[in-house]
Every structure is written in structure tokens, then in C-alpha cells.
């Protein structure tokens, strides 16, 4: 008689007992079978096993729980473990996860992402046992550090199935075969992947072996409602369907997906059971979700809700606060982490009942629910609301690995055959009419009682228009001969590999050439004695970092031609918005969800504003002379026949939201608001400029910016950190504690309450903290900091309130008295003008030459001395009805007034300073001249 295994037999495994202890407070006391299996037949506790393996089995499975025991093993053995997962936030979760559940033992954890740098030197050393990585800084590792594989025992691999991803499968596929490439005796790769489409072609590249599971860890009832029935088989027993009647046909109309969605859920509901519905894009969520709201009463999530309320404001949050009244929220990646964090909680604790979700939230995300509705054909290979965003058909495996979700709820990672048979989940297809419902036939059900699915072997393809950058990621992987490099390249002598790369049409001779020749002439490449080309040490630190070839050039064209305490935050974010990478960094042109008309209007008119503002803070910090401006703003600007492109207007708007995000006057929804953005979106772009800025300040030190412009290296570092978050410098220390929900909003109400470091955190009481905090994240905090033996804290001898209310307008502009004081400490005249010259006026006793409107500007804001004359006001006065009359027009005119005297009076540092402030341009309202009665004299 079979008999299950359990975790206390793990000790015979060679497991130390406070380990099983920890293991042993999960739900169950029994192994799935998949990790049974995993344990009796594939040796994961064996620490000196090295054949590498690939599990491939259903969301929810209980595959991570394989990779945490393989871990535990090794490193009771003094080994080190690499975990690896695509991104940030699966990084941070995992990290978190091995963190609380094993620190206290003298398990050491550090983790490392785009953003989490503070542990890359122990990684480097060694000093760790294990390091959990994002795909992309482990690749970024592997080729500058290739050293610190050697004392590494097992890499696992999680969510592998991700290899199947254009965007991020050719960058899994290079990790790997760099591992494999390595050929290190004792390192063994585990590999854990949901299910995927062109399974055998996978099987056939990685050389592993492979435990490959179709069994849930709970059983699945897999239908169609069609007609009020639910006609299900179930995982079990596939040939065999049975019925469950959701509805009376009566209730719904045919060929009406929104009856069958709102029967079908009201059903689910009133059994008392939990439903997660997948939609393809975030707006569709917030639609749906809103819609069911409004149609379906259920009790409200008050405890979720009383959370929600002391978090920051939001637009997302807003919507939830509306959601949760009636039990219901979305999950999408526009939700900042707090957001997300509270859904998820709330849906396991069964407050929420209804989630309405991406299907990009399927990856490393826990959302289980009793029932999962399938009601879309379509999902994105990409993110959405983009230009160049695209769905492609659902397939089999997509569904399989939503449906895994099912069932799932406070189950956990373990669970005997008892338990089992007292759980099932339902997976749900709506059959609104004849042709859906034979479609859902045809895409699943048919084939999932095939024999033969999941074997497809071809490889996949993908279009690779940027040839420069692909031929040196090529040589990061192999050095080639020019000549065979050139046959891979035109398929006649293309080893094996999982992504095919297809190139443009041409004359491909002549474009490799071209493309080596770029790569010699730029010191990317070297070629030995043997004629083998390899990469330079910059080479190498473009491929590890995965920017463009030309990225790289236009970064560097910029450091040779920068002066030396020259450069600004607003030209470093331009510049970065310029560069080809940073072209490609999505962001949304509107939401989604707004009418057609809407959307052009809005377009239109932000268009508009962006250019017009960037200009006035480029006229503003006296900037309108760099190179970076000159051609492609301010020379364009000055045509009036000229308009600036789809890319310029959006590079545009992304200087003007970085700006706005890392300087701390508007709050996140202000910032939301005024770009029409959500706050997910807005933290996803500051995280890719952080790494973008991190990859400029690796080429500036290469260049030799540590020795000769520290300070400007510095600037672009520090940057880079700040940029994460979104914080003011002051508010690094508490960023770079990476404590999960201590967002800009809540660094900044610390800051204002008077504490501004660790050692506050570490200090203050838990009912002191959550004075000025949520109770969630100072409890959270506290967890992280326990309270010391000092019962006296740190504090600012002057905090400025306790109760911070983000700041959304702008201070009025400083006295400026004690600037044109003279050495006696008496006031003098500083501009005299004189009605009968229009054609000059005089400075500091300088004389100054002006134009006849510049005159005309100048006398009126002098008659409005001391006040913010608005630009609807000085444009009408001056320029009257005329329609082509915008405010730039008046920038242009201080900018030439503030030359025009500096050309008199000497341009220097000190007399920038003076002038500027003299006539100041007062962002979003205005410009004024800033003298009072004794410093101006009008004649």
C-alpha cells in the first residue's frame, strides 16, 4: 500500500531537524507528489548532485517549495545558492520570503535587481549563501564578474518558462548557455517552469533531466457554460463530463457576453466562493471590475478598506476605495506594491471575493481563488497601452497556467490525499454564443485530450532590426572569425539555440561589415593573431548592461563634449530620454479607458504644454546655449514652420515626469494627474531610467570621470538612486533601506515630522511610528528594526510638522535684499528705464541694448514689480488677438534680456545668479521683476 511521504521524513534526507520544524507549520504534514517525486527520484536533496533539471508543472504546483528544499540542502552543505527570477518585485517577494523564514538560523540572503545594489560586492566576494537575482543582473554578473560562479553549487531558475517571452526569453536563453558554456564540474542548474508552448523544443535544447507533472494540487473541474450549464471534466477522469447547472437559461440573452459574465459570478457568490477573472489589458480590468460593482452585491472588505484609506492617494486607489465597498478589486501592474500587497492579502483572508486581473500577473504573483474565468482570446506578448504594443491568440498552455490559480485558496505548499479529495476549483470558459463556444472546444478541450500536445519542436523566431548590437552580444557569447561569424549570421552555419533571429532584407554582407567596423573603429571589439574577434573591457560593460551599441555612442558624444560642473538633473533626464534605449522605454500617450475624442484633445493639449514647459525651465536654468537643446529644441523652436515629432514630444514628457518625480513639490497624484498616467506606470519608467542612469555613470568612469569630474560622477550616481523612488537626497536614507511600502509619500511625511535615518527607525516605538505612518508599514518596519536597549532616539532639533500634507504649489519667490546690498549694507539703483529710449536701458550704470517689445516687456512687468504677472496677461497686453502669440515667446525675451545684461555687466557664476533671480520665471504661473521701489528708477 502506497504511503504518502511527509515532511518530518525529510530528516532522512539528511535535512536538520529546525529546518523540517519550519517546513512542518505549513498546512499540511505531506509532500505533494510532484515534490515526492522530486525528492525520491531526482535527488534535489542530494548536495553533490550536478545533472542539471527541468520541472515543468501547472501554476501553484508546489515547484518553488522543490527549489527551497534543493537550497536548504546545499547550503547546510556550506554551499552557495544563486535563486533567480525575471524581475524586481518576484526578487523582492522571494528575498523577503527566505529572509523571515530562515535569518534567524545564520542563513545569510542578500538580493540584487536593476535597483538593489548595496549587496553586488558580497556577491562578488562570496560573502553570502543565497543570492537572489534578477534575470538581467545576473547576465550583467556573468560577464563582468564570470569569477564569482566558482564557488557557486546550484543555480535555480524560477518561472523558466518565461523563455517563451520575446522581450525577455533571448536574455534567459544567453544566462543559460553562458552556464552551460562554463563547464563548472560542480554547479547544477535547476530549472522550474509552468507549463509552455513549444515544450519539446525546449526539452531538446536544454540537455537536463526533466520531471514533467499535468497534475493539480487540488482537483480541477475544467468547463463551458453554456445555457446556464457548467459541462466540466475534470482533471482526474478528462473523458468523462459532468454538469453542474449554474443559472436558468432564461436569465441570460445569447450572444451577450455581459449576461453570462454576471449570472455566472452572482452563482459563484452566492455559494460563498471566491472568483478571479483574466482580461488581457489594465483597463479592461478597472472596467470590468467597476461594471460587476455596480451589478452585484457583496459585503464589503472593511478591513481592507480601513487599510486602504490611510495609504497615499492615488488615482488607483481611489477606484479601489469605490471596489471595496462591494468586495471587489483589480490586480494589474498600474498598482503600486502597498495596492497590490493589500488585494492579495485581502483575497486570501476571503474579504475580497472578486478580482478582476492581468494576465501578466499570472508570473510570480499569488492570486488563488476558488474559481478562474477565462472569458478572453487574446493576450499580450508585451506591455500594453503602447505604440507598439500587440496581442497574439491565447493558447493552451496560457490557460493551463491561469487555470493553475484555481483551487488553490489557503492550501499552501503542501497537502496530503485526504485533503485533496475535500478541495476541487473550477476553471470557467463562457459560451455566450455557438461560435465561442466551439472555439473553446476546439482551442482546449480537444486538445487537451490529445496525446500529443506540448511536443511542437520548431524554434522560435524574432525580428532583430538592430543588426550593431546584436553582432556584439553575439561575441559576448563566442569568439568568432569575422568570416563564420558571418555564415551564423546568414543561417549557413547556425548552431543550435532555442530563438531564431531574423534580420532585414539587404545587403547583409555589406551590413555585417559596416556593423564590425563601427564595433573596431569605437574600441568595442579586438581581434587577435588568429583573426578571432572578442570584446573590450567597454564591449563587455555594454552587453552586460543591454543597451544599445548606440546608446552607448550617443552617451559618450555627450561626456567628451560636457563641461565640467556644467551639467543638470533636467539635461542628464533629456539626455537619457534621447538615447535609443530610452526611446524604448514605454509610456502610455493617455489611459486607455478615455473616449477617441478624448484622447486627441487631450493629446493635442499636453503636446503643447510639454514643449512649452521644457523650454521654460531650459530658458530657466539659464541652459538654452548646451549643444544637447540647440538643435533638437531651440533651434526648432525658433521655426515656425517646424513641429516636433511623435518621439520628441514623448521624450518630452518623460524629462518633464522625472523632473517633477524626483524633486518632491508634487505629490504622486498630482504628478498622476497632470501626465495622465497611473502610479505603477510612472514607477516602472523611474526604475528603467535609474538603470539607464546607472549605465551612463559606468561609461563616464570608464572614461575617466573618477579622477578628473568626481563631482559630476557623483551627480549622475546619485541620480540614479533617486530616481527609484522618486526622493529628494534628503530621502535616500530611508530609500535605500528597501522596506517594502515606505514609498516617496511616506519617506517625505518622515522627513517633515523631523527623522532622517535608520537610526530614527531603529529607535522610535512602533505606537510613536504609526503616529506618522500606516500601522501596516510601521509594524512592518518594526519587524525589520527591532527596538534597541536605548530607549532615546535621534531626532532633528526642528521638525517642521507632524502632520505632512504633500505640497502641490509653488512658495513664493524669496526676498532677494540681501543680494544687491553693498559693502556699506545700502541699497542702490539697480535698472533704470527711460520712457523716451526704448532702445536701451541701463543696468548697474552698464547701458543695455533691448528691442522695441523687449522695451515694452520690460516697463510692464517694471509696473508690476514684486508680482507674478501671468502669461495670459502679458501676452495680451503685448501681443493683443494675435493667435500665434504663445508664452515661449516671452521666455524667448528674457532669456535675451538676461544675455543682453550679462554681455554688459560681465558673465560670470555670481552675475548668472543675480540676473536670473532679478527676472525670474515663476514655473506654472508666471514672470516677475523681482526689484522694489528703491532698486528700480523709471524716468
Known amino acids: ?219 480541477l473541474r475544467k468547463g463551458i457554460v453554456r445555457d446556464g450549464t457548467f459541462k466540466y471534466i475534470t482533471s482526474d477522469k478528462k473523458n468523462i463530463y459532468r454538469k453542474e447547472i449554474f443559472f436558468k437559461p432564461e436569465s441570460v440573452r445569447d450572444n451577450c457576453f455581459e449576461d453570462y459574465l454576471l449570472e455566472t459570478v452572482k452563482y459563484l457568490i452566492d455559494q460563498g466562493e471566491s472568483v478571479l477573472i483574466f482580461f488581457a489589458t489594465c483597463a479592461e480590468t478597472r472596467k470590468w471590475a467597476k461594471w460587476l460593482a455596480s451589478r452585484i452585491k457583496t459585503p464589503a472588505a472593511s478591513s481592507a478598506l480601513k487599510e486602504l484609506e490611510k495609504m497615499e492617494e492615488t488615482s488607483s486607489r481611489d477606484e479601489l476605495l469605490y471596489l471595496l465597498e462591494k468586495g471587489i478589486a483589480y490586480h494589474n501592474q498600474n498598482l503600486s506594491w502597498e495596492e497590490r500587497n493589500l488585494v492579495e492579502t485581502y483575497l ?218 556644467e551639467i543638470s538633473n533636467l539635461e542628464i533626464f533629456y539626455l537619457l530620454s534621447q538615447s535609443p534605449d530610452g526611446k524604448e522605454l514605454p509610456i502610455p500617450c493617455y489611459h486607455s479607458s478615455i473616449s477617441d475624442y478624448k484622447k486627441e484633445k487631450y493629446k493635442c493639449d499636453r503636446e503643447e504644454i510639454h514643449a512649452e514647459r521644457i523650454l521654460q525651465l531650459i530658458f530657466q536654468q539659464n541652459e538654452q546655449d548646451k549643444k544637447l537643446y540647440q538643435k533638437k529644441i531651440i533651434l526648432k523652436n525658433c521655426k515656425q514652420d517646424e513641429i516636433f515629432s511623435l518621439p520628441e514630444q514623448l521624450s518630452f514628457k518623460k524629462t518633464l515626469l522625472l523632473h517633477d518625480w524626483i524633486t518632491g513639490v508634487k505629490n504622486v497624484k498630482t504628478i498622476e494627474q497632470e501626465y495622465n498616467l497611473y502610479r505603477g506606470t510612472i514607477y516602472r519608467l523611474g526604475e528603467g531610467f535609474s538603470w539607464l542612469a546607472d549605465s551612463l555613470s559606468a561609461i563616464a568612469e570608464n572614461t575617466g570621470w573618477k579622477k578628473k569630474r568626481k563631482d559630476d560622477l557623483n551627480q549622475i550616481k546619485l541620480l540614479s538612486n533617486r530616481l527609484i523612488e522618486g526622493v529628494r537626497e534628503e530621502g535616500l536614507n530611508f530609500a535605500n533601506l528597501y522596506i517594502p511600502g515606505l514609498s516617496r509619500y511616506h519617506i517625505e511625511k518622515l522627513l517633515h515630522a523631523g527623522y532622517n535615518n535608520k537610526q530614527c527607525l531603529d529607535e522610535l516605538s512602533k505606537e510613536d511610528l504609526s503616529k506618522i505612518l500606516p500601522d501596516a508599514l510601521a509594524k512592518r518596519i518594526k519587524n525589520d528594526f527591532p527596538p534597541l536597549l536605548s530607549p532615546s532616539f535621534t531626532k532633528n532639533d526642528k521638525p517642521k510638522t507632524k502632520n505632512f500634507s504633500p505640497v502641490s504649489s509653488l512658495p513664493s519667490p524669496p526676498s532677494r535684499t540681501s543680494q544687491l546690498k553693498t559693502k556699506n549694507e545700502k541699497l542702490k539703483t539697480v535698472l533704470v528705464i527711460d520712457r523716451l529710449r526704448p532702445d536701451r536701458i541701463i543696468f548697474e550704470s552698464k547701458e543695455v541694448k533691448v528691442t522695441t517689445i523687449g522695451f515694452s516687456l520690460i516697463y510692464l512687468l517694471a509696473q508690476h514689480r514684486e508680482q507674478v504677472m501671468s502669461h495670459e496677461d502679458i501676452l495680451k497686453k503685448l501681443w493683443g488677438e494675435e493667435t500665434e502669440a504663445i508664452y515661449t515667446r516671452i521666455i524667448q525675451h528674457i532669456y535675451q534680456f538676461r544675455k543682453n545684461i550679462l554681455d554688459a555687466i560681465g558673465n560670470n557664476k555670481t552675475n548668472k545668479e543675480k540676473v536670473k533671480d532679478i527676472l525670474k520665471v515663476v514655473p506654472r504661473r508666471g514672470v516677475m521683476l523681482n526689484l522694489n521701489d528703491k532698486e528700480l528708477k523709471i524716468n
Open 1 to 219: 500500500m502506497y504511503k504518502a511521504m511527509k515532511i518530518k521524513d525529510l530528516k532522512n534526507y539528511g535535512i536538520p531537524s529546525y529546518a523540517v520544524d519550519i517546513w512542518k507549520k505549513q498546512p499540511s504534514l505531506y509532500l505533494l507528489l510532484l515534490q515526492e517525486e522530486a525528492v525520491r527520484n531526482y535527488g534535489i536533496l542530494d548536495y553533490n548532485k550536478s545533472q542539471n533539471l527541468l520541472i515543468i508543472a501547472p501554476t501553484s504546483s508546489g515547484k518553488s517549495f522543490i527549489g527551497e528544499m534543493a537550497a536548504i540542502s546545499r547550503v547546510t552543505h556550506q554551499k552557495k545558492i544563486i535563486y533567480l527570477v525575471p524581475s524586481r518585485y518576484p526578487a523582492e517577494e522571494k528575498y523577503r520570503y527566505f529572509k523571515n523564514l530562515y535569518h534567524s538560523y545564520g542563513l545569510e540572503t542578500v538580493i540584487s535587481t536593476r535597483n538593489r545594489r548595496e549587496n553586488d560586492c558580497r556577491i562578488i566576494r562570496g560573502s553570502y549563501k543565497i543570492a537572489v537575482m534578477a534575470y538581467e543582473k545576473f547576465n550583467y554578473f556573468l560577464l563582468k564578474y564570470p569569477e564569482f560562479l566558482d564557488d557557486v553549487s546550484l543555480v535555480i531558475i524560477d518561472e523558466m518558462q518565461t523563455i517563451n517571452n520575446p522581450k525577455w526569453g533571448p536574455l534567459l536563453e544567453d544566462i543559460i548557455e553562458q552556464l552551460l558554456k562554463k563547464d563548472l564540474v560542480n554547479l547544477r542548474i535547476i530549472g522550474l517552469s509552468a507549463f509552455i508552448e513549444n515544450q519539446g523544443a525546449l526539452l531538446k535544447w536544454f540537455s537536463a533531466q526533466t520531471l514533467l507533472s499535468y497534475q493539480y494540487p487540488v482537483e
Open 348 to 565: 486570501k483572508k476571503g474579504e475580497i471575493k472578486i478580482i478582476c486581473a492581468t494576465t501578466t500577473m499570472v508570473t510570480g504573483i499569488n492570486l488563488p481563488s476558488k474559481n478562474v474565468i477565462i472569458p478572453l482570446d487574446k493576450i499580450h506578448n508585451d506591455d500594453e497601452d503602447y505604440t507598439h504594443s500587440y496581442r497574439t491568440s491565447i493558447t493552451f498552455a496560457d490557460i493551463e497556467n491561469m487555470g493553475g490559480r484555481a483551487g488553490t485558496l489557503n492550501i499552501g505548499n503542501h497537502q496530503n490525499s485526504t485533503q485533496k479529495k475535500q478541495k476541487f476549483g473550477r476553471v470557467i470558459f463562457l459560451a455566450h454564443s455557438h461560435l465561442s463556444e466551439t472555439a473553446c472546444e476546439n482551442l482546449y478541450f480537444k486538445y487537451l485530450k490529445s496525446s500529443n500536445n506540448n511536443t511542437a519542436t520548431s524554434h522560435l523566431v524574432k525580428k532583430e532590426k538592430d543588426l550593431l548590437t546584436y553582432i556584439l552580444r553575439l561575441l559576448a557569447k563566442n569568439n568568432l572569425k569575422p568570416k563564420k561569424l558571418k555564415n551564423y549570421l546568414k543561417k549557413e552555419d547556425n548552431p543550435s539555440g532555442y530563438w531564431r533571429f531574423v534580420f532585414p532584407k539587404g545587403n547583409i554582407d555589406e551590413e555585417i561589415n559596416n556593423c564590425l567596423n563601427i564595433l573596431k573603429e569605437n574600441q568595442l571589439t579586438k581581434e587577435n593573431n588568429n583573426g578571432v574577434l572578442s570584446l573590450t573591457p567597454n564591449g563587455i560593460l555594454i552587453a552586460a548592461k543591454r543597451i544599445k551599441v548606440e546608446t552607448y555612442l550617443f552617451f559618450k558624444t555627450w561626456i567628451n563634449y560636457t563641461k565640467k560642473g
